[in-house]
């Protein structure tokens, strides 16, 4: 039984990390005049109210974006998807993943979306009409499609971590994925927690792929006692300049371990 709903979590300090990361890749990526494949394994519901109960009863947006919106130019990917965002739905919209790859991916890409939380996947499709929502696992899913046409492309995967053998899991899925889809820009999605249950499946996916790169950030708790401190990034094939913009990511998310 699926009990995790990102509405809670949305526009949290991860997401700030994860989301303009990712749309820094596919800005660089729709850059060149080729069109690209654009999945997810784990899409969520692309649209969140940050004024809504959820959103307030963690006050992780508070502690998210409300912070970072002013550490991005205006002309950063990321505020470019989160000003569309909130010119089509207001000022409290948030956009997921897949909402922030819609607003960048143009007419010839194409995407295609999993999810399993039926209330999540109905949310999505009323999000994104048109676009190819799948109701089932995220990870199966991939593995089925992979490799996209077109060839180029990049694959978010990003689970909830609910399920304690995703650590175990995930390496032998990406070294799968890989297999199929030697190009593929690999992005995966892991908190850093207390006890850093990540660190030997991000051990084990550097012995797989030597050359790919783990970015990880850390920033202060959301709320006393709140586990999570730090989002990590473990990406193959990462596009031309991606340790420069993680690198200026990172000064950013020092500022916040620096305040009293
Ligand atoms: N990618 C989204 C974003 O950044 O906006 C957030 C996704 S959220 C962290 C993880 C999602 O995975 C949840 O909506 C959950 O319902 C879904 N989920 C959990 N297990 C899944 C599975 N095996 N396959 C597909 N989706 C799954």
């Known amino acids: 039984m699926l009990s995790y709903q990102h509405s809670y979590h949305a526009g949290n300090m991860a997401d700030v990390h994860k989301h303009a990361m990712l749309a820094w890749m596919l800005d660089y990526m729709t850059a060149k005049p080729k069109p690209l494949s654009y999945m997810e394994t784990h899409a969520g519901r692309a649209l969140y109210d940050l004024s809504g109960p959820e ?127 030697a190009v593929g820009v690999l992005v995966l999605w892991f908190p850093v927690l207390e006890g850093a249950p990540h660190r030997p499946m991000v051990r084990q996916l550097h012995r797989q792929f030597p050359d790919a790169i783990s970015h990880t950030v850390a920033f202060p708790p ?17 596009p031309y300049g991606f340790v420069d913009q993680a690198n200026w990511l990172s000064d950013k998310f020092a500022t916040l371990c620096a305040q009293p």
């Not at 965002?85 to 409290?92: A, E, L, N, S």
């Not at 490799?147 to 399920?163: A, F, K, N, Q, T």
């Not at 959301?222 to 990462?238: C, E, I, K, Q, W």
């Open 55 to 181: 959103a307030l009863k963690t006050g992780e947006a508070a502690r998210g974006i409300a912070l970072a919106d002013r550490w991005f130019p205006a002309d950063h990917p990321y505020m470019r998807a989160l000003r569309a965002t909130r010119d089509r739905h207001g000022p409290q919209a948030y956009p997921g993943s897949p909402q922030i790859a819609m607003d960048l991916l143009r007419f010839e890409d194409s995407i295609a979306l999993s999810e399993l939380h039926p209330a999540e996947v109905e949310a999505l499709r009323a999000a994104l009409p048109g676009v190819t929502v799948s109701q089932t696992d995220g990870y199966a899913g991939a593995l089925s499609r992979c490799p996209p046409d077109p060839r180029r492309g990049l694959l978010l995967c990003d689970p909830s971590w609910e399920i304690k053998s995703d650590y175990e899991t995930v390496p032998d899925f990406m070294a799968k994925l890989h297999r199929k889809w």
């Open 222 to 238: 959301a709320r006393p006692g709140h586990g999570m401190t730090g989002s990590g990034l473990f990406v193959v094939n990462p």
